[in-house]
């Protein structure tokens, strides 16, 4: 046999695991945004807890822009699986040719 072969169910199974990988990492980023708004007002009211309150919002946005980039990624890829799963099989089961 030259070439090589794809098993669809191993394309469907990775896809289903980037999106429960996806679906972790959003409640993570829940948890984490929780803690933030439950914390913030912690601080303190020296010098470093105000320099801290200067910081956070950024800091806040840099951390969830990447954590919303990492589960666009994720998605992607199981969408991309799921994706070259339906190919292969459109490709090993093509529809019966129509009669004109």
Do not use: C, W
Not at 28 to 52: K, P, Q, S
């Amino acid at each position: 046999m030259s070439g090589y072969s794809v098993r669809r169910e191993a394309l469907y199974r990775e896809a289903r695991t980037y999106e429960l990988f996806a679906g972790n990492v959003e409640q993570v980023r829940a948890d984490l945004r929780a803690a933030f708004n439950r914390d913030r007002n912690t601080l303190g009211d020296d010098e470093y807890g105000a320099e801290l309150a200067k910081k956070l919002p950024e800091m806040e946005r840099g951390i969830f822009d990447v954590l919303t980039k990492y589960i666009d990624e994720l998605e992607d890829v199981a969408m991309g699986l799921s994706t070259s799963a339906r190919n292969y099989k459109a490709a090993e089961h093509p529809p019966p040719a129509t009669r004109n």
